[in-house]
């Protein structure tokens, strides 16, 4: 099978469209067949899949019973203990070591046994607030043994942000380092989970994995140590068969309110997601190095860090650095290094690396067969870079468009079968109906060169399946929008040949780094400041992270406008939501611009930060037009 970089058919493509045209008009034998080919289940299932979009209860491989951490360990551990299932890179490059399927299941046993002790019972809920280390693999399929649900919080969130996810997932017991290390950095993150908890009465158990060895309070009673822990009890716990339908995991994400979304996944139809994409669109094989750049704390890191690469049985690598540290080679290294066959990454990794210069590129690299991108749109002239001087023309480019809620690929080239155009995401994955919608008749549009919003007309199983505790939320945002469909928030054109092409969120998330932020959250962040009256932010676009956060803050009376008042806003953000959220630009407005009835236009706020003063629309409309005039004066003397 050769590798196409441009538009012409190769001879998996009919292989494609024939198992696409099954998968969507006999869902029931196509999802059916995979299952029982790719999971191993405790218990077969007699229903495939049952519910509907409109009625919000959608359900998969009913009666079946399986254990996630079984399918991603045990069977590959008994094949065969000494295969490789984790390459650690280290954020010091000489710090690495690997660990095998064998060490894999006694580690997850004995962690899965401290929990248990910790009193953690099947559907308890643990947070995992944990830098990029192998422990934290190991903690989420330890959850998974004893089937306790986890909910990874990013370990760049803020200690009130991970409040706020301990209290509203219930988390009965964190697990956490004493520090984390990134980029040569250090981060306290045994310190933030204390300052977080200070609030969160109901957390009993602290597990504390020693990364760097700093000297750290331990509360009496509640904080104990992993690796004494993990000495008391035996390396083999047999796993807890669950229902395929019981939870997995939470994940939160932004949305378009400030509070954000637990999106609760399932066992069966989970699994079945990421390790259908990881054969289909990744093209794995037996043996095979598996890299993604992304982080535990994302979506991005929960399927294609932990699950995917896993259940194929075949090596992750955990990279705990950054693409510059300590220069710019740090990821080709790692590819050489390790031979690693596919690798993962958001384009705002290749857009820094692009910039830094092609000499950073090293010249070998000759395992590598895919080239995936995810999370953002990827502009043609780093798609070209990347096939041509990452890839050196040999990789197959994969532009991968999903979400927290699908799970796994949702939109997506298949390696080595789908003809791909820089900067679409091609094609739908196999039991994904896109269909594209006119926002404003809500009427679905049919046939090719169409532009809408891009929704899905039949359920999939690695699809959320609720919002935690808010089931109303998720049929309000994803399900009764247009009904009958899934709404991604995505602007989507289907072009002439029938290939996807992502516009970005029609709602209000905005996009940092491959970074999913919602507006509301860092207005409801800002507001927390005493001298903020009233905050606005948008996106704007940034040539490095895609997308920046810019916000428009109007004072409080007796107040003056200061550079140290801009600065303790963005230290406002970082501190009530993380240093990932900060605003790029502040600019202290007296009044925001709002309509009669009190709502705010950021489309004016946007149009004037694009500098199309003169093409802000009608106005009058807002109760005071004179503001865009003088927020049009604040920023021009900002630049
Ligand atoms: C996996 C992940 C989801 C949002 C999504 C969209 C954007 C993701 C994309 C893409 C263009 C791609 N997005 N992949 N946009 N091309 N290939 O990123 O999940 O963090 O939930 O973000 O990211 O806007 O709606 P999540």
Same mark, same amino acid.
């Not at 611009?593 to 009058?620: C, F, H, N, V, Y």
């Given at each position: 099978?050769?590798?196409?970089?441009?538009?012409?058919?190769?001879?998996?493509?009919?292989?494609?469209?024939?198992?696409?045209?099954?998968?969507?008009?006999?869902?029931?034998?196509?999802?059916?067949?995979?299952?029982?080919?790719?999971?191993?289940?405790?218990?077969?299932?007699?229903?495939?899949?049952?519910?509907? %979009?409109?009625?919000?209860?959608?359900?998969?491989?009913?009666?079946?019973?399986?254990?996630?951490?079984?399918?991603?360990?045990?069977?590959?551990?008994?094949?065969?203990?000494?295969?490789?299932?984790?390459?650690?890179?280290?954020?010091?490059?000489?710090?690495?070591?690997?660990?095998?399927?064998?060490?894999?299941?006694?580690?997850?046993?004995?962690?899965?046994?401290?929990?248990?002790?910790?009193?953690?019972?099947?559907?308890?809920?643990?947070?995992?607030? %944990?830098?990029?280390?192998?422990?934290?693999?190991?903690?989420?399929?330890?959850?998974?043994?004893?089937?306790?649900?986890?909910?990874?919080?990013?370990?760049?969130?803020?200690?009130?942000?991970?409040?706020?996810?301990?209290?509203? &997932?219930?988390?009965?017991?964190?697990?956490?380092?004493?520090?984390?290390?990134? &980029?040569?950095? %250090?981060?306290? @993150?045994?310190?933030?989970?204390?300052?977080?908890?200070?609030?969160?009465?109901?957390?009993?158990?602290?597990?504390?994995?020693?990364?760097?060895?700093?000297?750290?309070?331990?509360?009496?009673?509640?904080?104990?140590?992993?690796?004494?822990?993990?000495?008391?009890?035996?390396?083999?716990?047999?796993?807890?068969?669950?229902?395929?339908?019981?939870?997995?995991?939470?994940?939160?994400?932004?949305?378009?309110?400030? *509070?954000?979304?637990?999106?609760?996944?399932?066992?069966?139809?989970?699994?079945?997601?990421?390790?259908?994409?990881? *054969?289909?669109?990744?093209?794995?094989?037996?043996?095979?190095?598996?890299?993604?750049?992304?982080?535990?704390? =994302?979506?991005?890191?929960?399927?294609?860090?932990?699950?995917?690469?896993?259940?194929?049985?075949?090596?992750?690598?955990?990279?705990?650095?950054?693409?510059?540290?300590?220069?710019?080679?740090?990821? =080709?290294?790692?590819?050489?290094?390790?031979?690693?066959?596919?690798?993962?990454?958001?384009?705002?990794?290749?857009?820094?690396?692009?910039?830094?210069?092609?000499?950073?590129?090293?010249?070998?690299?000759?395992? %590598?067969?895919?080239?995936?991108?995810?999370?953002?749109?990827?502009?043609?002239?780093?798609?070209?870079?990347?096939?041509?001087?990452?890839?050196?023309?040999?990789?197959?480019?994969?532009?991968?468009?999903?979400?927290?809620?699908?799970?796994?690929?949702?939109?997506?080239?298949?390696?080595?079968?789908?003809?791909?155009?820089?900067?679409?995401?091609?094609?739908?994955?196999?039991?994904?109906?896109?269909?594209?919608?006119?926002?404003?008749?809500?009427?679905?549009?049919? &046939?090719?060169?169409?532009?809408?919003?891009?929704?899905?007309?039949?359920?999939?199983?690695?699809?959320?399946?609720?919002? =935690?505790?808010?089931?109303?939320?998720?049929?309000?945002?994803?399900?009764?929008?247009? *009904?009958?469909?899934?709404? @991604?928030?995505?602007?989507?054109?289907?072009?002439?040949?029938?290939?996807? =092409?992502?516009?970005?969120?029609?709602?209000?998330?905005?996009?940092?780094?491959?970074?999913?932020?919602?507006?509301?959250?860092?207005?409801?962040?800002?507001?927390?400041?005493?001298?903020?009256?009233?905050?606005?932010?948008?996106?704007?676009?940034?040539?490095?992270?895609?997308?920046?956060?810019?916000?428009?803050?109007?004072?409080?009376?007796?107040?003056?406008?200061?550079?140290?008042?801009?600065?303790?806003?963005?230290?406002?953000?970082?501190?009530?939501?993380?240093?990932?959220?900060?605003?790029?630009?502040?600019?202290?407005?007296?009044?925001?611009?709002?309509?009669?009835?009190?709502?705010?236009?950021?489309?004016?706020?946007?149009?004037?930060?694009?500098?199309?003063?003169?093409?802000?629309?009608?106005?009058?409309?807002?109760?005071?037009?004179?503001?865009?005039?003088?927020?049009?004066?604040?920023?021009?003397?900002?630049?």
């Amino acid at each position: 099978m050769t590798w196409r970089a441009n538009n012409c058919a190769t001879p998996g493509l009919e292989e494609y469209q024939q198992l696409y045209k099954e998968s969507i008009t006999e869902p029931t034998k196509f999802w059916g067949r995979l299952a029982r080919e790719l999971l191993t289940w405790h218990k077969d299932f007699q229903t495939v899949s049952s519910g509907s %979009l409109t009625n919000g209860d959608v359900a998969w491989f009913l009666e079946g019973e399986l254990n996630a951490s079984y399918n991603c360990v045990d069977r590959h551990a008994f094949k065969d203990p000494n295969r490789v299932a984790i390459i650690y890179e280290a954020d010091e490059p000489s710090e690495g070591r690997t660990v095998t399927y064998g060490e894999l299941l006694r580690e997850v046993s004995r962690v899965a046994y401290v929990l248990r002790d910790l009193g953690v019972r099947k559907g308890d809920t643990v947070a995992i607030y %944990l830098p990029m280390v192998p422990e934290a693999l190991v903690a989420l399929l330890a959850c998974a043994r004893i089937g306790a649900v986890h909910s990874v919080v990013f370990a760049g969130f803020s200690a009130d942000s991970l409040r706020d996810r301990v209290i509203d &997932g219930r988390s009965k017991v964190v697990i956490t380092s004493d520090e984390g290390k990134r &980029g040569g950095k %250090l981060i306290g @993150t045994k310190k933030i989970v204390d300052d977080a908890l200070k609030q969160c009465p109901d957390v009993t158990g602290v597990l504390v994995f020693k990364r760097t060895g700093a000297d750290i309070p331990m509360t009496k009673g509640r904080d104990v140590w992993w690796h004494e822990e993990v000495d008391k009890w035996p390396a083999y716990l047999a796993p807890e068969p669950m229902n395929s339908e019981d939870p997995l995991f939470l994940l939160y994400t932004s949305g378009s309110t400030g *509070k954000p979304k637990g999106m609760m996944h399932t066992t069966g139809g989970y699994l079945l997601g990421a390790a259908t994409t990881a *054969k289909y669109v990744f093209d794995i094989h037996d043996g095979d190095r598996f890299f993604c750049g992304g982080d535990v704390g =994302w979506i991005t890191g929960h399927t294609y860090v932990v699950y995917a690469p896993l259940l194929l049985g075949v090596s992750t690598v955990v990279f705990e650095g950054t693409p510059a540290y300590p220069n710019f080679s740090r990821y =080709w290294d790692i590819i050489e290094n390790h031979k690693v066959t596919q690798f993962y990454v958001a384009p705002t990794a290749l857009r820094l690396l692009k910039r830094a210069g092609d000499q950073h590129v090293r010249n070998e690299m000759k395992h %590598l067969r895919v080239l995936g991108t995810v999370g953002e749109p990827i502009a043609a002239e780093v798609w070209k870079w990347y096939f041509e001087v990452v890839g050196k023309e040999q990789a197959q480019i994969i532009d991968t468009y999903w979400q927290t809620e699908t799970g796994s690929h949702v939109i997506t080239p298949l390696a080595g079968v789908t003809p791909t155009k820089p900067g679409s995401a091609s094609l739908p994955f196999f039991g994904v109906e896109p269909s594209i919608i006119d926002p404003v008749s809500g009427d679905e549009i049919p &046939g090719n060169d169409v532009e809408g919003v891009l929704a899905f007309k039949q359920a999939w199983p690695s699809m959320a399946r609720t919002v =935690w505790g808010a089931h109303k939320r998720y049929m309000d945002t994803y399900l009764n929008v247009y *009904k009958g469909y899934y709404f @991604t928030g995505d602007g989507a054109g289907r072009d002439h040949e029938g290939f996807y =092409w992502i516009r970005g969120r029609v709602d209000d998330v905005v996009n940092v780094s491959g970074h999913r932020l919602s507006t509301a959250e860092i207005e409801a962040a800002l507001i927390e400041h005493a001298a903020v009256a009233e905050s606005a932010v948008v996106g704007v676009a940034d040539e490095l992270t895609g997308q920046a956060v810019n916000a428009f803050v109007a004072i409080k009376d007796g107040n003056e406008a200061s550079d140290a008042l801009r600065k303790e806003f963005i230290l406002q953000v970082r501190r009530s939501i993380g240093p990932f959220a900060a605003p790029k630009a502040v600019f202290i407005v007296p009044d925001l611009p709002k309509t009669r009835s009190g709502k705010i236009m950021r489309r004016i706020l946007r149009k004037i930060l694009a500098g199309e003063e003169d093409q802000l629309g009608d106005i009058t409309t807002l109760s005071d037009p004179s503001v865009v005039e003088k927020i049009i004066a604040v920023v021009h003397e900002a630049r």
